[in-house]
Nanobody
């Protein structure tokens, strides 16, 4: 049974920071991502991390580049999302996701694509007030 458990969400003022964590049970997935969904909007990719033959790569949505950082600790089977300089528009439910299999290569579109991922956590709420 695959389990992804997120934590670290909360309420902060604009300009503040939060760090989200996602613990994955069992298997270490080569591709993991963070997604978010605001009320009335579609789920969107925020950041992803891929480990392939060429090493580790990270991908970010344009809206969070320079502010968010994704990282992983394989020893803890945990993926993190450090979010700095938060804005009210970052308010959403944040989800951790894992992609089954080990793709030979990865592209930004695939890495941040909702349909690429097979397993999802329950989400953690992030609320940023102005």
């Amino acid at each position: 049974q695959v389990q992804l458990v997120e934590s670290g969400g909360g309420s902060v003022q604009a300009g503040g920071s939060l760090r989200l964590s996602c613990v994955a049970s069992g298997y270490i997935y080569s591709t993991m991502g963070w997604f978010r969904q605001a009320p009335g909007k579609e789920r969107e990719g925020v950041a992803a991390i891929y480990t392939g033959a060429g090493g580790r790569s990270t991908y970010y949505a344009d809206s969070v580049k320079g502010r968010f950082t994704i990282s992983r600790d394989n020893a803890k089977n945990t993926v993190y999302l450090q979010m700095n300089s938060l804005k009210p528009e970052d308010t959403a439910m944040y989800y951790c996701a894992a992609k089954r299999g080990a793709p030979f290569a990865m592209t930004p579109i695939r890495a941040l694509g909702v349909n690429e991922y097979n397993y999802w956590g329950q989400g953690t709420q992030v609320t940023v007030s102005s």
